[in-house]
């Protein structure tokens, strides 16, 4: 099975890297003394952090180990943990005040937000785990007192990339490959779905969507770009190579034609995205 590929991902670094920089831009928090970067993969967010707050302690959690060798060749000085943000709680720092029995915080420092992020940080992950019903308010009750959450997903389900690679799913050619519940889903919701989520425990919920116009090379570009992220669920899904590769031809055929070239032969290639900053 595919894993995740980091020279694939770092292909478009700068322009999967921009929303990153977007959003640290319109974080109001001025010395977070502790961040965590979730799913940080090869360590490009990561970097905009460190960049940004220089004297922060920062730590990037991703599941993969491909990402993280990356990310740690980079950046060795960084503390980088491999773990699912679907089970991911803040640990106490390690300066934190022992309990009574000396083995952690204590009861009221943790109550207090100590050993807990002042920015628990999110860029393009979020959308591969499942339920933000309980994982977005469960982050946000992780962050000290003061701090934020800060997210980024895409918000791309309708654009017609992905329309595309759902209706050849569908097609008389490709169906049997893909029976029900064979492609993970993609977990966005409507912005609507986070204001009632966290405007109840948020003192100040900033939010706002931003469609990227990248002009590419060509259509095989988009199908490059998704390779890395987005036609994962359904490459993953397949079970060879030769079907893999079968499958994007057909995803590039349509492509070719959905996303006409611009006047100097770029493929305009909108990406729309939604970001919000929560504090606590
Ligand atoms: C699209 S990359 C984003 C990388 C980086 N944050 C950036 O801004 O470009 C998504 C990353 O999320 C990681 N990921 C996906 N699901 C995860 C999970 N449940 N727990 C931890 N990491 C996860 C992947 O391994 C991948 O490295």
Not at 21 to 35: C, F, G, K, N, S
Not at 133 to 152: M, N, T
Not at 260 to 266: F, T, V
Request: glycine share 6%; net charge negative.
């Amino acid at each position: 099975m595919p894993s995740w590929d980091p020279s694939l991902y770092l292909k478009y670094a700068d322009e999967r890297t921009q929303p990153c920089r977007d959003l640290i831009h319109r974080v109001q928090l001025t010395a977070p003394e502790d961040v965590v970067d979730l799913g940080c993969g090869p360590g490009n967010s990561t970097a905009v952090l460190a960049a940004r707050w220089p004297l922060a302690r920062i730590t990037g959690l991703d599941s993969s180990a491909e990402m993280l060798a990356r990310a740690h060749a980079a950046m060795p000085r960084i503390h980088w943990q491999q773990g699912d943000i679907a089970s991911w709680t803040a640990e106490p720092a390690e300066e934190a005040a022992p309990d009574t029995a000396g083995n952690g915080a204590s009861p009221a420092a943790a109550a207090d937000g100590a050993g807990r992020p002042q920015l628990v940080f999110s860029n393009a992950a979020l959308q591969w785990v499942p339920d933000h019903f309980e994982l977005v308010p469960r982050l946000f009750a992780q962050v000290a007192p003061g701090g934020a959450l800060a997210v980024q997903v895409p918000a791309q389900v309708n654009a017609p990339a992905h329309v595309i690679m759902r209706e050849l799913t569908q097609s008389a050619a490709w169906r049997s490959y893909f029976p029900m519940g064979s492609v993970r889903d993609w977990h966005v919701h409507e912005p609507g779905v986070y204001f009632d989520l966290l405007s109840p425990l948020t003192s100040r919920l900033d939010m706002w969507l931003t469609d990227y116009m990248m002009y590419l090379p060509g259509p095989q570009s988009i199908v490059d770009w998704y390779q890395g992220t987005g036609m994962r669920p359904y490459l993953d899904a397949l079970p060879s190579d030769e079907l893999r590769r079968v499958f994007m031809a057909d995803v590039l055929a349509e492509v070719a034609v959905t996303y006409p070239a611009r006047s100097n032969g770029m493929v305009e290639f909108p990406f729309r995205r939604l970001f919000f900053v929560a504090y606590r």
